[in-house]
Every structure is written in structure tokens, then in C-alpha cells.
């Protein structure tokens, strides 16, 4: 007799691709729903209220995609011509398709951090506007765990350094937290220990928590007054999200303290990375659930190819660099056939 075995496919490409579970979609089934716009979505408000008391924020707002979240809280910090220093890892200036010059007219200026994180004395000596022929420096961004920089965190000393920064050269501090939560449970930090360091933070509940969609952004009443109306402008007002708030709700309640599990995961394959002899990996850099990792003498592209063919899915990260990133619907045996792969395939 034939047997045909489907094998399932594992899929590292980003912690984006979790799917809704049951019980998230009985959540959303059952939620009680209004129009948003008018502001009668009150699972929505009430939402919005409890992930902002968390942070120790005064309001929060809904919004469909870590990108907008991030654009409208330049938008609200900045006038057009204003400067905004970020690593050059950052997601706003490798990923947000030049958004932040498009929709702030502001002009990002890239600083070489480490592992995608900076430090306060860059933030120092970067600052303009002292004459008029320079820009004014008026944004300080940081991705908090960042994404290219490879899932890094940053200490609470290390954002209170920055934020002193900050405040020193009357800058404002965004942070970018599309992850906050892997970063929460990899330092302990507590979320108002973050919320009253930033004056925007967003924050996504569509990555390793696994909703299906959404972000939002945190701040003052005043600043979510004003990103509320550009939120609106920019086509993103919608309607009986209340859908879409109580899978949020759900994943916040249920699925952050699952993250623990997925940096380990990520652990345990960097560690068989390490151990192999074609690929190279700096384990210290990882800490949360992305892997990056040195393809050696063949190229990112040949090395996804062999895990492709053993329906082991990642994505390029550079010419000669992977990313893998941990979820929770990547279970035991998939790590552990992911290992057996990995030292099958890559110890020559
Ligand atoms: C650090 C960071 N910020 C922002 C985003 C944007 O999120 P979205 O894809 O929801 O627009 C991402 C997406 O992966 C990210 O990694």
C-alpha cells in the first residue's frame, strides 16, 4: 500500500504567518461590534484604554499596521524639515517604503549603532539645529526588539541613558516596540517601565502574538487626538474593528506569555548553527525569537534552497545572511526537525 505523507511545511519566514486559532476566532465571533468612527466600538475603546493603563500611557490608538503606527507617531512629533535619528537597521528607514519624507516630509539620518541598537553618546554628537543651514534634530527612534538588527533588546539602562539623552537636547523618544512583547519577556521589563520612557510607542499585536492584524500607537490624549484625525486622512479609519480588537485582546491575554517557549526555540537553532561547520552565527546576538546567521561560502539564496527542499521555509537577509523567526505555532517536532535538517545539511 501507498502511503502518501504530507509534510508539514515550517515556517520561519517571520512570526507574521501564525494563523488565528479557534479559540482566538470565537473571541472575535462573539464580539459585540460598533462603528469605530463614530467611536462606538466600545470593545475597541475599552481596548484601547486597558493596553494604554498597561503601559502607563494616557490613551492608545488602534491602528491597522505597525507601519502606520510608526509613520503617525512621526507625524504627530515633527514639522516638515525636522530631522529624526534612527539606527540604520531601523524598520521606519529600511521597510516603511519612504514613508516618514512622503507623508512628515521629515529627513531621517541613519546612525551605525551595534545589532541594530544605539547609544546615547551617538544620539550626542548627531544633534542639529544649532544654525540655519542644518536641519533640527527633533526624533530619537529605537526598534525595541529590533528586527534587522536580529531581535536585540535593549537594557532599562541603556533606554534610560537614551531617554536622558532626549531630554538633555529637548528631542523626543519614539519607540518602535512592533515586538515589545518578545522584549518584555526577555528582560522582565515591565510595560510602564517602557511606556514612561517613551512619548510615542508603538506596538504590534499582529507578529509573535499572532492576531491577524493590527498595531497601536501610545502617547499623550493630545498626540492620539491628532493621530486620530491623520489616521482618518490616511484611509485607516474603519468600522466594527471590534472583530479585530478582541483577537488583540486575546492574543495579549493568552499568547504573550507564550513567547517564552520561542526564545527558546530560537536558542536551541542558533546553538545548531553554531555546531555546524558550513554556517557561522554570533550567539550573543540572539535574544528573542529571530535567528540571524552567516551563510559561509554559499550564498543566502543556496542555503534557503536546502531548506527549501525540506519544506523549510526562511528568508534573505543580505547576500550572505538568513533570518529565521520563532512563533508559536512552530511546535517541538518542528524544531527538532529542523535540527536533525540542519546538521544533516550543513555538516560538511
Ligand atoms: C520593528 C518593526 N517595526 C514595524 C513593523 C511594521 O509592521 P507592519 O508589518 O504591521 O506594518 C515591523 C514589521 O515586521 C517591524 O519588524
Same mark, same amino acid.
Given at each position: 500500500m501507498f502511503i502518501n505523507i504530507v509534510m508539514k511545511v515550517i515556517d520561519l519566514r517571520s512570526d507574521t504567518v501564525t494563523k488565528p486559532t479557534q479559540q482566538m476566532k470565537k473571541a472575535m465571533l462573539e464580539a459585540e461590534v460598533g462603528d469605530d468612527v463614530f467611536g462606538e466600538d466600545e470593545l475597541t475603546n475599552k481596548f484601547q484604554h486597558k493596553i494604554a493603563t498597561l503601559f502607563g500611557m494616557e490613551a492608545g490608538l488602534y491602528v491597522p499596521s505597525g507601519t502606520m503606527s510608526n509613520q503617525l507617531a512621526l507625524k504627530v512629533l515633527t514639522q516638515p524639515s525636522d530631522e529624526v535619528l534612527i539606527e540604520s537597521k531601523g524598520h521606519i528607514l529600511q521597510y516603511e517604503t519612504g514613508g516618514a519624507s512622503f507623508l512628515s516630509a521629515v529627513q531621517l539620518f541613519p546612525l551605525q549603532g551595534n545589532s541594530g541598537k544605539l547609544n546615547a553618546s551617538q544620539i550626542t554628537s548627531a544633534v542639529r539645529g544649532t544654525y540655519d543651514w542644518e536641519p533640527e534634530t527633533k526624533v530619537v527612534c529605537v526598534e525595541h526588539s529590533t528586527n534587522k538588527g536580529g531581535g536585540t533588546v535593549y537594557s532599562l539602562s541603556e533606554l534610560r541613558s537614551i531617554k536622558h539623552e532626549c531630554q538633555r537636547?529637548?528631542?523626543? *523618544?519614539? @519607540? =518602535?516596540?512592533? $515586538?515589545?512583547?518578545?522584549?518584555? @519577556?526577555?528582560?522582565? /521589563?515591565?510595560?510602564?517601565? #517602557?511606556?514612561?520612557?517613551? =512619548?510615542?510607542? !508603538?506596538?504590534?499585536?499582529?507578529?509573535? *502574538?499572532?492576531?491577524? #492584524?493590527? !498595531?497601536?500607537? *501610545?502617547? !499623550?490624549?493630545?498626540?492620539?487626538?491628532?493621530? +486620530? $484625525?491623520? +489616521?482618518?486622512? %490616511?484611509?485607516?479609519?474603519? +468600522? /466594527?474593528?471590534?472583530?479585530?480588537?478582541?483577537?488583540? =485582546?486575546?492574543? @495579549?491575554?493568552?499568547? %504573550?506569555?507564550?513567547?517564552?517557549? =520561542?526564545?527558546?526555540?530560537a536558542k536551541t537553532f542558533a546553538q545548531t548553527i553554531a555546531e555546524t561547520s558550513a554556517l557561522q552565527i554570533d550567539l550573543d546576538s540572539v535574544q528573542t525569537n529571530i535567528v540571524l546567521f552567516n551563510t559561509g561560502d554559499r550564498t543566502a539564496i543556496e542555503v534557503l534552497d536546502i531548506f527549501g527542499k525540506h519544506g523549510i521555509k526562511m528568508v534573505p537577509f543580505g547576500q550572505s545572511t538568513v533570518r529565521a523567526t520563532f512563533h508559536f505555532q512552530i511546535e517541538e517536532a518542528d524544531v527538532n526537525r529542523l535540527i536533525e535538517v540542519t546538521k544533516h545539511c550543513f555538516n560538511t
Open positions: 537636547h529637548k528631542l523626543y *523618544l519614539h @519607540v =518602535d516596540g512592533a $515586538r515589545i512583547w518578545n522584549a518584555m @519577556v526577555a528582560t522582565g /521589563q515591565k510595560p510602564h517601565e #517602557i511606556g514612561q520612557l517613551a =512619548d510615542t510607542l !508603538s506596538i504590534c499585536f499582529s507578529k509573535g *502574538l499572532g492576531a491577524p #492584524i493590527g !498595531s497601536m500607537l *501610545l502617547s !499623550s490624549i493630545k498626540n492620539i487626538a491628532k493621530a +486620530r $484625525r491623520f +489616521r482618518k486622512m %490616511w484611509g485607516g479609519g474603519m +468600522r /466594527q474593528i471590534g472583530l479585530l480588537t478582541a483577537a488583540a =485582546d486575546y492574543a @495579549v491575554e493568552h499568547h %504573550w506569555p507564550k513567547l517564552a517557549l =520561542d526564545h527558546i526555540h
